[in-house]
């Protein structure tokens, strides 16, 4: 059974930093692409980056590009979300997303976590 777990989430202060992690299992993880959305009350899932399983290859939305890094640990099947100089507008629920395509039938696998909520106040 997949599961993806995030954590790390919290109440930071605008200028401040917070690390996610997302823990997977029942995956063999270095075969999926990793990726972290967020999703604003009233507002629709937003991606902000992912990275690639085989390379490492790393993509950001422009939003959080230069403050966002995501990384991954594949011995340890854990990928993560360093947010740096947190703004109030990035108050969200963060998820993290798993997805891989087996090149024999095409099929598309993709997981989610449960979410994990930022709130960046004074």
């Known amino acids: 059974q997949v599961q993806l777990v995030e954590s790390g989430g919290g109440l930071v202060q605008p200028g401040g930093s917070l690390r996610l992690s997302c823990a997977a299992s029942g995956v063999t993880f270095s075969n999926y692409d990793m990726s972290w959305y967020r999703q604003a009350p009233g507002m629709e899932r937003w991606f902000l980056a992912s990275i690639i399983g085989a390379t490492g290859l790393t993509n950001y939305d422009d939003s959080v590009k230069g403050r966002f890094t995501i990384s991954r640990d594949n011995a340890k099947n854990m990928v993560y979300l360093q947010m740096n100089n947190l703004k109030p507008e990035d108050t969200a629920v963060y998820y993290c997303?798993?997805?891989?395509?087996?090149?024999?039938?095409?099929?598309?696998?993709?997981?989610w976590g449960q979410g994990t909520e930022v709130i960046v106040s004074s």
């Open positions: 997303r798993a997805k891989t395509i087996d090149i024999e039938t095409m099929h598309e696998y993709e997981y």
